[in-house]
């Protein structure tokens, strides 16, 4: 298949890497963390925080990536969504680097049309134990700090949701972006 067309409205001042996504749309503006925007995982008490189950429920669930979105509306995110894998880029597969995750993000450049321009998969290092990620060298100049800022948001998410799955007795499945969407429906049917 010809992905030309991803290339044409890409111009020169954009920054290498880019291309044109007909759906991308921009980051949220004001505060706005990650919320689990996934179905089956429940939290494992060990090792990579999040999991599903491998086999009706027996035993301990396996080792799970997820999939992040800002917690500002629940609707499709397209290149802002993220997924969040367990080890090291390179290195999934279980529980091969415990404390450490690896994501790939989809970073905004400008609005295009009815879409916009996108650098897409900038790879990011997240050491979990340790509080500190790595984004990738090629990740270009002009977008680092808005993959900084996606990372200090994901390390915070993944700091969150591991203290969550270590708590003795703990809710064992971990609140998604569609809970708090009919959490919100229901306080305002209610008026509450």
């Not at 995982?41 to 090792?47: A, N």
């Not at 200090?152 to 007795?169: E, G, M, N, S």
Request: hydrophobic content about 35%; proline content about 7%; aromatic content about 10%.
């Amino acid at each position: 298949m010809n992905d030309d067309w991803k290339f044409r409205t890409v111009t020169a001042s954009d920054p290498a890497g880019s291309e044109f996504d007909g759906y991308a749309q921009p980051m949220p503006l004001g505060q706005w963390d990650y919320a689990l925007d996934d179905h089956c995982i429940v939290y494992r008490r060990t090792g990579w925080p999040f999991g599903r189950w491998t086999v009706a429920g027996r035993g301990e669930p396996g080792p799970s990536s997820v999939r992040l979105a800002p917690d500002t509306d629940y609707r499709s995110w397209r290149n802002e969504y993220v997924l969040l894998y367990p080890g090291r880029i390179g290195q999934w597969g279980g529980d091969a680097a415990p404390g450490w995750a690896h994501a790939y993000l989809d970073l905004w450049v400008r609005e295009q049309g009815m879409g916009g321009i996108i650098v897409p998969r900038v790879e990011v290092d997240i050491d979990i134990d340790n509080a500190a990620a790595h984004v990738e060298v090629t990740c270009p100049p002009v977008l680092r700090e808005q993959a900084q800022m996606k990372v200090d948001r994901l390390l915070a998410f993944l700091q969150h949701h591991t203290a969550r799955a270590r708590t003795p007795r703990a809710r064992r499945t971990p609140a998604t972006a569609h809970d708090a969407y009919l959490q919100r429906g229901r306080a305002a049917h209610t008026g509450s």
